[in-house]
């Protein structure tokens, strides 16, 4: 992040009331005052459908400030903050409700001096994407004139399949011009993943070997070790695929995967991320059979507490047929990475919270060793670890002391927190601070979006037509179904121990 703050600006706030506006936004919004970016012409406008006003939504923040920041808030910058704070109660479809979020703003303008620049965040439903910007289009509060920016925020999923995606992206583009929707993914905001880029593209020594003469596969994981929690409702709708896959997962493959970019600007940096994803071989119904697994979990013990299987949670059908894991491998075909296979996985209720990119490289040839005690060499590795410890990790092999030639695996660890100091983030700093200055860099356009679900959609369409035969096929607190080893072992490959 740069020194330089964001100009006037107002962040209004759809879905003002819920859990990610104070659990993350306000405090995300209450570091970036501390880091001096926010500009003084500055104001948040909360709108929902909860009957608020403006006084109760700032001793609402008040209490969420103190109970959710990741840091100590000075009592002077927390007032600072609460006092740019203001509310509309309405629906997101109500036209009078939009008629008094345009009085709002322009009372904020005239006190706080935010110079009609505005930010509208969708913390909604999905749903209410595209109600919400009809209604800005019509209160005239997303049209760009007289030096003024107008920007959409709008949180994932992006659709629920390919033709939704589609649908969503035609109806923003009849009211908004690409550069105006920030489509956010909260992972993009991690330091590591930012880091991807430098580590590859500024280092001499790693951007000679990433390729497929030296590198043997990489592994992705995205690891959650609780269940769905009291989100059984929504999640039951969608399942591990859809949740992570076309976003979180495919923006990792894509960064790890990339080539240089001309520059980076956002438009050369997300050239290549669609290069990538447009590379990827569509599966066949076969190939799906072969190369995609999906689980979902079953009660058992995990540190002496019984845990429940998916389908006795909460708002979960007793007869659940929706993934609460999967695998698959993934074929990029393109000079860099052709027969380089890209194993991802992702799940809930598994032993670990973690989520990184491994990346494995070929071993070196036994040849010289063959008239020694050494009858194995360790392949070198290198992981990016992105949550929740942030940081990076190289494998090598070295002599261990002594009369004999033995080799031990020597670990080389960098830790953002222990080196650079630890700066406590919601994730969304980053995010937030960039759609302020008109960075899309981190943002996903619609033509990533699109691509994305095209990777997916073989899986989903094999996946709907037909059942899972055995579910729950893995117990609480393993590494998802026998089927996901099962994946690399027929490449004679295994996943990367994980402690």
Not at 77 to 84: F, G, H, M
Not at 106 to 129: C, I, K, V
Not at 358 to 367: E, K, S, W
Not at 476 to 495: I, M, T, V, Y
Request: charged share 25%.
């Amino acid at each position: 992040m740069t020194e330089t703050k964001a100009g006037p600006c107002a962040v209004v706030i759809f879905g003002a009331a819920g859990d990610l506006t104070k659990r993350k936004l306000v405090p995300a919004l209450c570091n970036l005052a501390k880091s001096k970016l926010l500009p003084r012409e500055f104001a948040v406008v909360g709108f929902a459908r909860t009957a608020y006003d403006t006084n109760r939504f700032r001793e609402k923040a008040r209490e969420d400030i103190a109970q959710f920041s990741t840091g100590a808030v000075e009592e002077e910058l927390a007032r600072w903050l609460i006092e740019r704070l203001y509310y509309v109660q309405g629906n997101f479809d109500e036209k009078p409700a939009f008629e008094r979020l345009r009085a709002t703003l322009e009372e904020a303008d005239r006190t706080h001096g935010t110079a009609g620049n505005y930010l509208h965040y969708q913390a909604t439903s999905p749903e209410f994407f595209a109600p919400v910007v009809n209604e800005l289009d019509a209160a005239g509060l997303v049209r760009e004139d007289g030096g003024r920016w107008r920007r959409v925020i709008i949180e994932k999923p992006f659709g629920h399949d390919l033709e939704s995606a589609r649908a969503l992206n035609k109806g923003l583009a009849r009211v908004l011009e690409e550069k105006q929707i920030y489509r956010i993914d909260h992972y993009l905001g991690k330091e590591t993943v930012q880091n991807i880029l430098v580590f590859r593209f500024a280092n001499g020594i790693f951007e000679p070997i990433w390729n497929r003469r030296y590198v043997d596969h990489v592994q992705i994981t995205v690891a959650e070790t609780v269940g769905v929690e009291q989100r059984g409702g929504y999640y039951d709708t969608s399942g591990a695929l859809r949740d992570m896959v076309p976003n979180h997962i495919l923006q990792l493959v894509t960064l790890t995967a990339m080539e240089a970019p001309g520059s980076f600007e956002a438009d050369a940096v997300r050239d290549e991320q669609v290069k990538v994803l447009r590379a990827i071989q569509p599966m066949s119904p076969e190939e799906v059979l072969s190369r995609a697994v999906r689980g979902q979990y079953g009660e058992s013990d995990v540190d002496g507490q019984r845990q429940a299987a998916y389908r006795a949670e909460t708002r979960v059908p007793p007869n659940s047929s929706t993934e609460t894991f999967m695998a698959m491998k993934v074929a990029i075909d393109n000079w860099r990475w052709a027969d380089v296979p890209f194993y991802i996985r992702t799940g809930k209720r598994l032993p670990k919270r973690v989520t990184e990119i491994a990346i494995q490289f070929r071993r070196a040839p036994l040849i010289l060793f063959r008239k020694t005690p050494v009858d194995h060499l360790r392949a070198n590795q290198l992981v990016l670890h992105i949550q929740p410890t942030e940081g990076i990790s190289l494998s090598f092999g070295a002599k261990i002391p002594g009369p004999l030639l033995r080799l031990g695996t020597v670990n080389m660890d960098f830790d953002y927190a222990d080196y650079f100091g630890g700066g406590a983030s919601t994730g969304y700093e980053r995010l937030l601070y960039d759609c302020m200055t008109g960075d899309p860099t981190l943002f996903q356009r619609a033509d990533m979006v699109e691509a994305s679900w095209s990777v997916v959609k073989p899986i989903q369409d094999v996946w709907r037509a037909l059942p899972p035969a055995a579910f729950p096929n893995y117990p609480s607190g393993q590494w998802g179904p026998p089927d996901a080893n099962e994946l690399l072992a027929r490449d004679g490959r295994h996943w990367r121990k994980i402690e």
